[in-house]
């Protein structure tokens, strides 16, 4: 345990100090973690999410046919038509970014709204770095909200027996995701303070003319199978994998047989962000070595021990420890590690658990915010800017998260207090 604790916390400080080589940090102490047996070959498998490197290498290839019809361009035009300055520009991406993330994956969302950041910011000649990580904040934030929004609020929801309605009103009282947005309204104003410079007008120009609006539909498409699919409790693991990678064969094949674009498919390949992909998978092995070696389970222990019978003490703690937890490491694997642990605290303190579930999902969804390596939607951001010749520091990042990140959880910590008590 002592050894895989050493290793973690080496890959992430190195991850964090140099984040051009991150990828390569990441596959070097996976295959130290496998050499030396921390995490065991039959395990490696299982230990990655398959089903995320798909949905991310599929909507990475949809998305160069999408940015190609020059959509992202009409889309940035309509924007910045109904936005008086850059900053109210930037607002108006993460308050759409939301809105799409709370019913579908946050990735997926990511990847959907960059290339329109990235056109506003090449129209007004502008940085888009604060952009793309005001978007993927933004988009993690709003995962919480419903059944479909986020893994962590799957299993959450599965464990406790919820259904999609339940997010809304629960047992007579008003659900978790009027909790969450009350935290976005908040996160505006933080945004709005963040950017405060930000006030170059929006220069007025011809709009972008669409001609294949092929690709739109297959984005939209996508969106709606993600959302079906959200519906079924039961089906493959790797669904919506399937469904984003599909979609992006289906625009191959279109490409191929009806337009004979063999250059176009060729950048399609090429646009797919491997170094990202490779970075995902090495955190993954990562992660299940940690939780092999009983690092996560010992932090989980040590919530029993710490907080006792006293109700408000335990869920504080559930909810600031998650999000410190959350920063650093994969939150999927954590909140199916604690999920039977605050079950077991709320049995010994004669409470319904539901206080606790919240807190959890609250915490640990918003904590992997504050970090670039914390949430797959910002490492999926941050490759887009990197492949686009922006290297973000770390401190550049949390610069725009650990506001936006505190404010929002805090907003949620007393909501929930309050509601659930």
Known sequence: MELALILFAVTYVCMMLFTQYRSYIAIISAGVFISLGIIPLSQIAGAVEW????????????????????MPALMADGILSRTPNVKWAIIALSLFSGLIS???????????????????????????????????ISSNLQGAATLVGDTTSIL?????????????????????????????VVSIFVLAF???????????????????????????????????????????ELTNGYICVGIFLVCVIRELIFKRNFKGIAGAFREIDYKTLFLLVGLFIIIGGIKNAGVIDAIAQLFVKICGN??????????????????????????????????GMASLMNIEPFILYFGLLSGATLGGNITPIGASANIAALGILEKNGYFVKP??????????TLAAVFTGYILIWIIWA
């Open 102 to 136: 709370a019913f579908m994956d946050n990735v997926a969302t990511v990847l959907m709204l960059a290339p329109v950041a990235l056109a506003i910011a090449k129209k007004q000649n502008v940085n888009p770095v604060s952009m793309l990580v005001a978007i993927s």
């Open 194 to 236: 963040l950017f405060r410079k930000n006030r170059q007008s929006i220069v007025s120009r011809e709009k972008t003319k669409v001609t294949d609006f092929f690709p739109t539909y297959m984005l939209l498409l996508t969106v709606g199978l993600l959302i079906f699919a959200s519906f079924f409790p039961n089906k493959p």
């Open 310 to 343: 006293n109700l408000f003490l335990t869920y504080t703690t559930v909810v600031w420890f998650s999000v410190a937890i959350s920063s650093f490491i994969d939150n999927i694997p954590y909140v199916a590690t604690m999920l039977p642990v605050v079950t």
């Open 156 to 184: 959450m929801g599965g464990y406790a027996g919820m259904d999609f309605l339940d997010f809304f009103f629960f047992r007579g009282r008003i659900g978790i995701f009027w909790v969450v947005e009350a935290s976005a």
């Open 395 to 404: 401190g550049q990042f949390m610069k725009i998260s650990v506001p936006f």
């Open 51 to 70: 089903n995320v490197i798909l949905m991310i290498g599929g909507t990475m290839g949809t998305m160069f046919f999408f940015v190609e019809s020059k």
